[in-house]
């Protein structure tokens, strides 16, 4: 909901991807344990650490619990680094009013960032958590879980372009979008088609890219596409040519694994 620019300043960091990782293993780990690994990660040099989409409230792991260590790890990196760094704090619940304490508890820790599996908690929950992060300053990742039930069917399917056009009207600062190499990978050019659409106010025809008319977005703040799912620092290259500057890289497996 904040746009590219106002990310960028809040972060203070310019001219290049910025670097993510979502911590694995996904499931299993104790808030204790999961907290020191963000620190591991975030002081290690990257700007993001990432919950998975999966890492909600078990029984191994609250998510208060998780909360407090990982924003424990998060400003201790800070400190050490004196950048501005940032966990994902998965906020997805089972109704809107969960969804609403765990965003409001996340901003009391003092966490910059908050995230969203927005097509399991629907567009609704998704909205209210925008306007929420918007009004508060939080900045919104967006996980696109469940995307392939609705995108890879062909038959009475949606394409993911539509999905993603969803998304930034509905709000959200960072989503996933395929990685072109790797192990979620999507076509190039199809990708670059909503890249474009995520990132750009005026996008023009290109019917190769799957954009059959010219499209403006007026003054709607664009959403950063993130590169996540299978890649690795020999991808490097790669990724910042078919992605850019405006970008998040996410290496989950390529940082822990």
Not at 1 to 19: A, C, F, M, S, T
Not at 135 to 157: C, E, F, K, S
Request: net charge positive.
């Amino acid at each position: 909901p904040h746009g590219i620019q106002v990310e960028r300043d809040k972060l203070n960091k310019y001219g290049r991807p910025l670097l993510g990782c979502t911590i694995k293993p996904k499931l299993g780990l104790s808030a204790k344990n999961y907290g020191r690994a963000v620190y591991e990660c975030l002081r290690g040099g990257l700007d993001f650490t990432k919950d998975d989409e999966n890492v909600n409230s078990q029984p191994f792991m609250r998510w208060r619990d998780r909360f407090l260590f990982v924003l424990e790890a998060l400003n201790k990196s800070v400190a050490e680094t004196g950048e501005v760094k940032g966990h994902y704090l998965n906020a997805t619940a089972g109704t809107c009013e969960e969804m609403m304490k765990r965003a409001v508890f996340a901003r009391e820790l003092g966490a910059p960032i908050v995230m969203h599996d927005y097509l399991t908690g629907g567009f609704t929950a998704n909205t209210s958590l925008a306007h929420y992060c918007r009004d508060n300053g939080l900045l919104l990742h967006i996980h696109r879980a469940m995307h392939a039930v609705i995108d890879r069917q062909r038959n009475h399917g949606m394409h993911f372009r539509v999905l993603a056009k969803g998304l930034r009207m509905s709000g959200g600062d960072h989503i996933h979008a395929g990685t072109v190499v790797g192990k979620l990978e999507g076509e190039r050019e199809v990708t670059l088609g909503f890249v474009d659409l995520l990132r750009d106010d005026s996008i023009a025809k290109d019917r190769k890219r799957g954009i059959y008319f010219s499209q403006e977005w007026v003054s709607m703040g664009g959403v950063i596409p993130v590169a996540s799912g299978g890649i690795h620092v020999w991808h490097m290259p790669a990724l910042t040519e078919i992605f850019g500057d405006d970008s998040v890289l996410q290496f989950g497996g390529g940082t822990l694994g």
